[in-house]
């Protein structure tokens, strides 16, 4: 039993004293004056009944133009649900735009070219939306 119990004060040291792993490292809160990292800003779309593929290519067109309209965007992705799993719920397309950080992508959501474009060319024929982020400090 003595054995026992000295086995797990070392074990319980070892891992008390191991130094952070690599996942853990990047969440620690940057320091200042670091660059931000990139912020990834990820929106899923469902459509209005009716909506026709050509209506969705020019809405696209449109979401796509926002790069050279804001500053900030590095990268701008997307594509159409193709997983076998049927857990999409719905939503048919996603869209992610690579923000260099968290600023870049605060300064996004009230610009009025991306307003403009929601107003627009999304809000018409959008049934409903669901966006997440992650990345950044």
Same mark, same amino acid.
């Given at each position: 039993?003595?054995l026992?119990?000295?086995?797990?004060?070392?074990?319980?040291?070892c891992?008390?004293?191991?130094?952070?792993?690599?996942?853990?490292?990047?969440?620690?809160?940057?320091?200042?004056?670091?660059?931000?990292?990139?912020?990834?800003?990820?929106?899923?779309? &469902?459509?209005?009944e009716?909506?026709?593929?050509?209506?969705?290519?020019?809405?696209? %067109? *449109? @979401? #796509?133009?926002?790069?050279? +309209?804001?500053?900030?965007?590095?990268?701008?992705?997307?594509?159409?649900?193709?997983?076998?799993?049927?857990?999409?719920?719905?939503f048919?397309?996603?869209?992610?735009?690579?923000? &260099?950080?968290?600023?870049?992508?605060?300064?996004?959501?009230?610009?009025?070219a991306? %307003? *403009? @474009? #929601?107003?627009?060319?999304? +809000?018409?024929?959008?049934?409903?939306?669901?966006?997440?982020?992650?990345?950044?400090?």
């Amino acid at each position: 039993m003595k054995l026992f119990f000295t086995l797990l004060a070392a074990a319980l040291i070892c891992v008390v004293t191991l130094p952070a792993s690599a996942a853990d490292k990047e969440k620690k809160p940057q320091k200042e004056g670091q660059p931000s990292r990139k912020v990834q800003h990820v929106v899923c779309l &469902k459509f209005k009944e009716g909506t026709t593929a050509a209506q969705i290519a020019a809405m696209e %067109k *449109e @979401f #796509v133009a926002l790069k050279d +309209k804001i500053s900030g965007i590095v990268k701008f992705e997307h594509g159409r649900n193709n997983s076998p799993e049927g857990l999409n719920r719905g939503f048919t397309h996603c869209y992610i735009a690579t923000f &260099k950080g968290t600023k870049e992508r605060d300064d996004y959501l009230p610009h009025p070219a991306h %307003k *403009e @474009f #929601v107003e627009k060319h999304l +809000k018409p024929i959008m049934a409903e939306v669901f966006v997440i982020d992650f990345g950044g400090k």
